[in-house]
């Protein structure tokens, strides 16, 4: 129970909830760096620490930062307009891959999205919109190896299926919000997004190569091969060689900065 208890204490409705029970509510003065995840959370407080080291984020007062979560994107989402709502100091990173047109945050301040990259993990393969940072994909890949040129093509290749497959049902359950034929979306998503990364999906796709054949099926859950494979992934991420998630942070810094 107390674990579970502590699993929750950086869940963002409850950080609020909480202050509400204290008498003490949320001020201005008191800003969220907010996310669709805990392992999304966790992560980009190792990145920063990570980069200060090296002098980033050095003018960042990030002990007036708190990071939260909300579990699932939608949830994620709506606690972020609540709280703006309320007079809090949020700003969100969610993935919306499959949101090609930007609808979906359009019309919310304060929220970012990964894109063009599919997942926060696979933000560190985009050299720009529509360019993929291929040699260092395959460093990333052969992490795991090492493969020839040959394996690391397939590993690419089904890569790219796979995700194209998730984002696909991503479309289609968000079809209701659009009067859009869900098949012209996905025509439209394949020549937005010509290099889809899902880490999960990669990560698959290495330990099949590795000879788990298991992973051909999508029902396979994922195990401690498929952990230690997105680690990896997750450890390279930091170097973070197109600066993508610095700037982006820094962006989410700047929405939640105290000018007084």
């Not at 401690?224 to 982006?248: C, F, H, V, W």
Request: some cysteine; hydrophobic content about 35%.
């Amino acid at each position: 129970m107390a674990s579970n208890v502590r699993d929750r204490s950086d869940e963002f409705r409850r950080v609020l909830a909480k202050s509400v029970i204290r008498g003490k509510k949320i001020t201005s003065t008191t800003s969220f760096l907010h996310f669709e995840s805990k392992g999304d959370m966790f992560y980009c407080e190792k990145f920063i620490r990570f980069w200060e080291r090296m002098d980033e984020f050095s003018e960042v007062p990030l002990r007036k930062v708190k990071f939260v979560f909300t579990r699932k994107k939608t949830e994620a989402i709506m606690s972020h307009q609540e709280a703006l709502a309320e007079g809090v100091k949020v700003s969100t990173l969610v993935d919306m891959d499959y949101d090609i047109d930007g609808f979906a945050l359009s019309k919310i301040e304060y929220i970012h999205s990964t894109k063009p990259a599919c997942t926060l993990a696979t933000l560190q393969f985009v050299q720009s919109d529509d360019e993929l940072n291929k040699n260092h994909l395959i460093n990333v890949i052969n992490d795991n190896g090492p493969f020839d040129d040959e394996a690391c093509e397939r590993i690419i290749s089904r890569t790219y299926e796979g995700t194209y497959r998730r984002l696909e049902r991503g479309i289609f359950r968000s079809k209701k919000d659009t009067t859009e034929s869900p098949h012209k979306i996905i025509s439209r998503m394949k020549k937005a997004l010509p290099y889809p990364i899902n880490d999960h999906v990669l990560a698959r796709s290495i330990a099949i190569e590795q000879g788990h054949s298991k992973y051909e099926n999508p029902e396979t859950k994922e195990d401690r091969t498929i952990y230690d494979i997105e680690d990896r992934m997750k450890q390279q991420a930091l170097n973070d060689p197109g600066s993508k998630l610095r700037n982006l942070l820094m962006i989410m810094f700047e929405d939640v900065k105290n000018d007084s």
